[in-house]
């Protein structure tokens, strides 16, 4: 029956079918059949006037003559608005050679986001190993720092930790090399307090945040972690906050056993947001620490950015390539600073610390157990609530 109402239309044109305007319906029905993908399904779209918001209807042809059919008919009802063949639509993702593997990225729907935020200008501290100072993906994205392992040299990285931490935040979006940061246009100010194995101590992560507190920082990123309180970097942070610093930390990576895991610090202390990790399928990543501190999660598994040719052999980075996949609630945290940044980008510096750390929480997407629990916390960062200002 599908090519019953075709032929006849057709029959009907006779000779006169120029001036025929059955022959114009189904002309036009032709015309927005052919503009169907090939490859993909023939589906009609329907969409009609209503007294409200308008309807859109969708019907799978399995023929062209079967479209065409379909088509003529929506045609001929007077409340219909338009007509057309359904259209494949992807993420508007950048050009970036490594975009395709950033499934964080994806999840947040990075593009978008980059509409109303892109993190410019906010300054992210990476308390950290040091940064890869002439990475061509951070070029024009890395400040002048400090390096507090050994005073009085420029806090470049010669670890990797450092470097991929900040590529997750602020590495060049739609510049055709390597990877894209959430908060591609925000500032990276490297803070050294990690040596070449990735160790320090509590008193270099302690100045480094209040040097960081008092040069321009607006968030602070710590990837790292002890299991034991100290004074001096509770004092530090503190110190941060009173100016008006959001301060992010990981949760640990000691994973959740029966028992659960031993506190981690400095995402413990207060005020501070405490991050754990999720994997590619919303799940919490086995090796994630859990407790009262974990307040968000966010991706960490299988997390590709930028490194330093020569990484550190106990990262498990390839020499030479400047790109690494690693996974840790270390990749996780520059996540939730990024978002933080995007956020303060959006409200032009002013904001309150406590207010965001507060909405990040909020808005988050609940996972796991119905309200907060010690695994996911208040759930997984969504920055797209946060910067609609909900």
Not at 4 to 20: K, P
Not at 331 to 339: D, G, K, L, R
């Amino acid at each position: 029956m599908t090519g019953v109402l075709i032929s006849t239309l057709v029959a009907a044109t006779g000779t006169n079918a120029q001036a025929d305007p059955v022959s114009d319906l189904l002309a036009q029905a032709r015309a927005i059949v052919a503009t169907a993908t090939s490859g993909e399904p023939l589906k009609v779209v329907v969409t009609s006037r209503t007294s409200g918001a308008p309807s859109i209807s969708a019907i799978e042809a399995d023929s062209v003559a079967g479209a065409l059919n379909l088509v003529v008919a929506a045609l001929r009802k007077p409340s219909t608005i338009g007509v057309d063949m359904a259209q494949p639509v992807r993420i508007a993702a950048s050009n970036d050679p490594y975009r395709s593997s950033q499934w964080a990225l994806t999840t947040f729907g990075a593009e978008t986001l980059w509409k109303t935020s892109t993190g410019k200008g906010v300054v992210v501290a990476v308390v950290d190993t040091g940064v890869a100072l002439t990475h061509p993906d951070l070029r024009g994205r890395v400040l002048p720092g400090r390096d507090f392992i050994a005073p009085g040299t420029s806090p470049a990285d010669e670890n990797g930790h450092g470097s991929h931490v900040a590529g997750i935040i602020a590495a060049n979006a739609n510049n055709r090399v390597g990877t894209a940061g959430l908060a591609p246009q925000a500032l990276i100010l490297p803070v050294r307090v990690l040596n070449s194995s990735g160790s320090g101590n509590s008193a270099g992560v302690a100045q480094g945040i209040v040097w960081a507190a008092q040069h321009g920082a607006n968030v602070i990123n710590l990837s790292l972690s002890t299991n034991r309180s100290d004074n001096a970097i509770r004092a530090a942070v503190a110190y941060a906050q009173s100016r008006n610093i959001v301060v992010v930390a990981a949760a640990g990576n000691a994973g959740c056993g029966l028992l659960g895991s031993r506190i981690s610090y400095p995402a413990a202390y207060p005020g501070v947001l405490g991050v754990g990790a999720i994997s590619s399928n919303r799940k919490i990543a086995s090796y994630s620490s859990c407790g009262s501190w974990v307040d968000v999660v966010a991706p960490g598994s299988g997390i590709v950015s930028t490194t330093i040719a020569s990484p550190s052999p106990g990262l498990g980075c390839p020499r030479g390539t400047m790109y690494c996949t690693l996974s840790g609630t270390s990749m996780a945290t520059p996540y939730v600073a990024a978002t933080a940044a995007l956020e303060i980008a959006r409200l032009s510096k002013r904001f309150s610390q406590a207010s965001i750390v507060s909405r990040l929480q909020r808005g988050a997407t609940d996972l796991g157990r119905i309200g907060r629990d010690n695994s996911y916390g208040y759930g997984l960062i969504n920055p797209s609530r946060l910067l609609a200002g909900r």
